[in-house]
């Protein structure tokens, strides 16, 4: 396919009424960022049923696990094969392992009906970003960003909320169940609404890179999951599941430098300095998405007194902010092409705003609390998804779906690794105060301790949270460097290829699979 053939099928590709198009896209979405929230909360029920509580975290490591694997070969299937039936048999997927999930009779049942639900959830993850690149072109991209913010908004602050009334007032397995519905109206949705143009690529499948990728994503999970927790950080098991990353991942670079369609296309990293860039952001925001997502709400629960049920609430402060801002500066994005300073400001608010909950002790209030989570909700809102667009002008659409694959897989690890370290340094600033004492004790045990124990417990979760909010302020930083460093390369319309201001060629647009 020539140039100008290929650049008229991917503005064929883009239909009249895409709102309606991604609004399905946004749905499976939504169903998958939703699904862990849910099944965290019902867990402790899960667990009481089926028994099997030592493989508990397996429940959770298996997805997570399997997602950040399989998230790579799907978006690599897309290029090859067509975006739609790839995005289609992902939600397929996601549904048959929920359902078999809700059936499952044992905890190993449910750990193996887990990983099909893995799968499922990897292909939504890399299709939806990739669907979006070659559905929208940069300069219009702006205008749909707050559809994405909205998703992971609802999906953070709805998933506790509704996992809580499913305990509440239903079976556990209907956690599972709930997906099935709503699975298959998107399934339907997009089968409908969805076209793109007919692809498929003759080319051998790169077997050995996704081998090599999957052992070295694998490492790093398992040692962000074990360590400091299951083993020790210094122990055989964590270091030579690091010394597998590393030398995984050194094979991997050999080998997709060789093969004819490699996985992961080197040159998406090297061929625009933007693009490495936009995945320093992108990590850093998923260790301040995730860890300040799990440790904002403990800290509001143990030290402030706020109510465990309201876990979703807790939230909103932070997640609001996501939205409007993300809006907001799509809409100027879109009027005016510019976007680099947005970035510059979202990692200067998550430094500064992750700098002020690091202050925080016993006697913070529930309102100053509020005013620096939404900081932090401002910072991710100009982060998060303009970090995606520069990642999106940075590559051809030939190479989407592997690109926009990596800009979810380099998120999801930034959650996985922050919220695996923070957790270690957590409790071990806490034991540091409690010599002997329990890291883990619940609000209910925390009322019959004793005042002086009670105290220093309170003085211990703010001293660790501390730390873990400091540790983000300095993370920030660093993305505040690489935004400080991202060349503003004007958008693409269509496909058109532009040219930045040093000279540099991005890389064009061709057919939209």
């Not at 979006?132 to 602050?157: D, F, H, K, N």
């Amino acid at each position: 396919m020539s140039t100008t053939d290929a650049l008229s099928s991917a503005e064929q590709a883009v239909p009249k009424n895409v709102r309606w198009v991604l609004l399905g896209v946004m749905l499976a979405m939504l169903l998958s960022m939703l699904d862990n929230m849910v099944v965290s909360t019902a867990m402790p029920t899960i667990v009481s049923d089926l028994g099997g509580l030592e493989h508990i975290s397996w429940v959770v490591t298996a997805y997570t696990l399997v997602t950040a694997v399989t998230t790579p070969v799907w978006g690599k299937f897309g290029d090859l094969y067509g975006r739609k039936p790839m995005y289609l048999a992902s939600i397929a997927a996601f549904i048959a392992g929920s359902a078999l999930c809700g059936a499952a009779q044992s905890m190993g049942e449910l750990i193996a009906f887990r990983v099909v639900q893995g799968v499922g959830a990897g292909g939504i993850g890399a299709g939806a970003f990739a669907l979006i690149g070659a559905l929208v072109p940069p300069r219009e991209r702006g205008r749909y960003q707050g559809m994405t913010a909205s998703v992971m908004a609802i999906g953070t602050i709805g998933g506790p909320l509704l996992g809580g009334f499913i305990t509440g007032h239903f079976d556990w397995r209907w956690a599972f169940y709930i997906n099935l519905p709503l699975g298959v109206v998107a399934l339907v949705w997009l089968w409908l609404k969805l076209h793109t143009p007919a692809q498929r690529i003759e080319a051998r499948i790169d077997w050995a890179g996704i081998a090599l990728l999957a052992l070295a994503i694998s490492a790093i999970v398992l040692a962000a999951t074990w360590a400091g927790s299951t083993y020790a950080w210094g122990s055989w098991q964590i270091l030579c599941l690091g010394a597998a990353a590393v030398a995984g991942l050194a094979v991997f670079v050999l080998v997709e430098k060789r093969v004819d369609e490699p996985l992961l296309p080197v040159s998406v990293f090297t061929g625009h300095r933007n693009y490495p860039l936009a995945m320093v952001m992108l990590l850093v925001a998923g260790v301040v998405m995730f860890g300040a997502g799990l440790y904002l709400p403990l800290f509001q629960q143990t030290v402030q007194g706020a109510s465990a049920t309201n876990s979703g609430l807790l939230m909103l402060p932070m997640m609001i902010p996501v939205v409007i801002v993300s809006t907001l500066a799509g809409k100027i994005m879109s009027a005016t092409g510019k976007y680099k300073i947005f970035p510059v400001l979202g990692a200067a608010f998550l430094t500064v705003g992750l700098g002020l909950l690091a202050t925080m002790d016993t006697g913070t209030s529930r309102v100053l609390t509020g005013l620096y989570m939404a900081l932090i909700g401002i910072g991710l809102g100009f982060t998060l998804q303009m970090a995606g667009t520069i990642a999106q002008n940075s590559v051809s659409m030939r190479d989407m779906g592997a690109a926009m694959s990596s800009v979810n897989l380099f998120r999801t690890l930034g959650g996985s690794l922050g919220v695996a370290v923070f957790g270690s340094m957590f409790t071990r600033a806490v034991r540091s105060h409690l010599p002997g004492g329990d890291s883990g004790t619940d609000a209910g045990a925390l009322r019959k301790l004793p005042a002086s124990t009670r105290d220093a417990y309170l003085h211990a979760v703010a001293d660790g949270t501390g730390h873990i909010f400091l540790t983000g302020a300095i993370l920030s930083a660093l993305a505040l460097v690489a935004a400080l460093l991202v060349i503003e390369v004007p958008l693409k319309k269509a496909g058109r290829p532009a040219t930045a201001t040093d000279g540099t060629t991005a890389a064009p647009a061709t057919a939209a699979g």
